[in-house]
């Protein structure tokens, strides 16, 4: 390579999912290009995401204050809760428009071949607030793929009794990844969602 | 059709090349860098055909660096291994002679291939069960080390045993359509009273946590269609420790043939056989027999390096040179 400089970038850039070398080359030389203001625009971008966002001390998600928007928002139903595994799975609910309540992430999915447990999950907090809350109602969403299916039924275990739980209803891909799905189908699921 | 050619001269090749350019992948290597010439960027396997009575147009591209590229009368497939579902070609190597004669694990893995190949809708099921499988393997053995508990463990054993009971079932239907088949075949081909026999447990969560402290004192899951073995069998003999060399080679045959009708049943197209050093071995009545039955499934290929181990009409006979310039096709 020609740079240091350069080479450093492109390695930062396919450290980013789904990025390859071939495409990081692409952007780096993209932003070699771009106008100082422009590309310093993503570094600062970058820096205010890190340094002003964090997690919501109620349900998971992402913020800049203690509680989240949806938290906030006093229109929201607070007797129904539902689980994704990750932020951008909030994102995707929401984008269907067919669900008023209350979210809670977990911050992933069981796997114990991951060394993911159960400790490792915000799922102390989602029953904490099932026990406070006057919570009616949670709703499973989390990916429909194996450790999605293993994290839902380990919560359907824990929750069964204390509160009503559903699961969203088939009609998403299986062993696919909510973030993926599209909002119409997604909503489908959401509105056919079932006892388990 | 015969293929015929010395040793080194590139049959294998041919047969392998129309294996990848019908099913988008090689039945002898998962690099598909190996299928390049040595010292070339790429290759490319360009194939007209007719399939029950209409024009068939199959490409594959591959390249160095790059991820192969297959299309089917012109049109691009997302990936080269949907040809599969398209196209259906069977193969016989030497190599699968484990089937008969190797451990479990090369019978389940070749069933558990069958019953993919005959009913896709379940060909991740043998994945889906293996991946639960480690998930719960992994669990226990949290568990043993103090990091996991027996709560955690239980969501999958539920996998485990609903994919494993799903599994179970899907070996049982695939082994039964496969079996009168199978003995048939055989039975023509000289092998009397073959039969498989595939004796398994479903498991159930109940079954799974009986067994539950000697799982967590191994460290895995020490019952389940992991563990099963499918018997080849020639009357009361297995073929695995009793039958011998050829015997061997007829069975693992007789299971090929078995799946080509299948598989003609299924899809209304009989499959493209290629059959690679199927001849050495056999006896000359066999061969006969062999050359008798095999236009009845379609297109064959079989390759051998004694054009007069099989006699055919002069038509059917592709010579193969080692050469620059490739192949030389009569
Ligand atoms: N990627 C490659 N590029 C060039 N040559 C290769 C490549 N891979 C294998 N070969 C060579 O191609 C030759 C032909 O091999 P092939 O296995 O097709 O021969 P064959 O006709 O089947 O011989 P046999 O009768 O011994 O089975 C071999 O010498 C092999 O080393
Ligand atoms: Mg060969
Ligand atoms: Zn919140």
Redesign the interface.
């Known amino acids: 390579m020609v740079s240091p400089a350069i080479d450093n970038l492109v390695a930062q850039l396919t450290r980013l999912p789904g990025v390859g070398t071939r495409t990081a080359h692409r952007l780096a030389f993209h932003l070699l290009r771009a106008p100082k203001d422009e590309a310093l625009a993503l570094a600062s971008a970058v820096q205010d995401v890190k340094e002003r966002v964090r997690f919501c001390k109620e349900c998971g998600n992402l913020t800049e204050e203690e509680l989240c928007s949806i938290c906030e928002d006093a229109r929201r139903d607070r007797t129904i809760v539902c689980v994704v595994e990750q932020p951008v799975d909030l994102i995707s609910v929401e984008r269907t428009h067919e669900y008023r309540g209350l979210y809670h992430v977990l911050g992933g999915a069981?796997?114990?071949?991951d060394g993911v447990?159960?400790e490792h999950l915000r799922i102390d907090e989602l029953l904490g607030r099932v026990e406070r809350n006057g919570i009616e109602e949670v709703v499973l969403a989390t990916n429909p793929n194996?450790?999605g299916?293993?994290?839902a039924?380990?919560l359907a275990?824990r929750l069964r009794g204390r509160v009503r739980v559903t699961r969203l209803a088939s009609g998403l891909p299986v062993?696919g990844d909510l973030e993926y799905a599209d909002e119409v189908t997604l909503g489908r699921a959401l509105s056919g969602r079932r006892e388990i | 059709m015969l293929v015929v050619g010395p040793n080194g001269a590139g049959k294998t090749n041919l047969l392998e090349s129309l294996h990848v350019g019908t099913q988008g992948f090689s039945p002898r290597t998962r690099n598909d860098a190996n299928l390049i010439r040595f010292g070339r960027e790429g290759a490319r396997i360009a194939l007209h055909g007719n399939r029950a009575g209409s024009l068939v147009e199959l490409n594959v591209v591959l390249q160095v660096g790059a991820a192969k590229r297959a299309s089917l009368n012109g049109a691009r497939l997302q990936a080269a291994e949907q040809l599969r579902g398209e196209v259906a070609t069977l193969v016989f190597t030497p190599d699968r002679l484990v089937v008969v004669k190797g451990g479990p694990a090369a019978r389940r893995a070749y069933f558990d291939r069958a019953l993919g190949r005959g009913t896709p809708t379940q060909a991740a099921l043998p994945v889906e069960y293996g991946a639960a499988l480690a998930q719960r393997n992994a669990s226990l053995r949290g568990i043993s080390l103090g990091y996991s508990t027996r709560e955690a463990l239980r969501p999958w054993t539920e996998r485990v045993a609903d994919l494993g009971a799903k599994l179970v079932a899907a070996r049982r239907d695939a082994i039964a359509a496969l079996e009168p088949l199978f003995a048939a075949r055989a039975g023509e081909l000289g092998l009397a009273d073959a039969a498989l026999r595939y004796e398994a447990d479903s498991p159930s969560a109940e079954s799974l946590e009986a067994r539950l402290e000697r799982d967590l004192d191994r460290g895995a899951t020490g019952a389940g269609p992991h563990l099963d073995d499918v018997e080849i069998l020639a009357g009361a003999r297995d073929l695995r420790t009793f039958g011998s060399q050829g015997e061997q080679r007829l069975a693992v045959l007789a299971l090929l043939l078995a799946e080509a009708e299948l598989v003609r049943e299924r899809r209304g197209v009989p499959p493209l056989l290629l059959l690679d050093d199927v001849l050495s071995e056999l006896d000359p009545e066999r061969r006969r027999i062999l050359a008798e039955r095999l236009p009845a499934y379609g297109q064959a290929l079989i390759t051998t390096a004694s054009a007069t181990a099989l006699p055919v009409e002069p038509n059917q006979l592709v010579e193969v040179e080692a050469g620059e310039a490739g192949t030389v096709l009569r």
């Not at chain 1, 069981?110 to 071949?113: A, R």
């Open positions: 069981l796997s114990p071949l447990e159960p194996m450790t299916e293993a994290t039924a380990f275990d062993g």
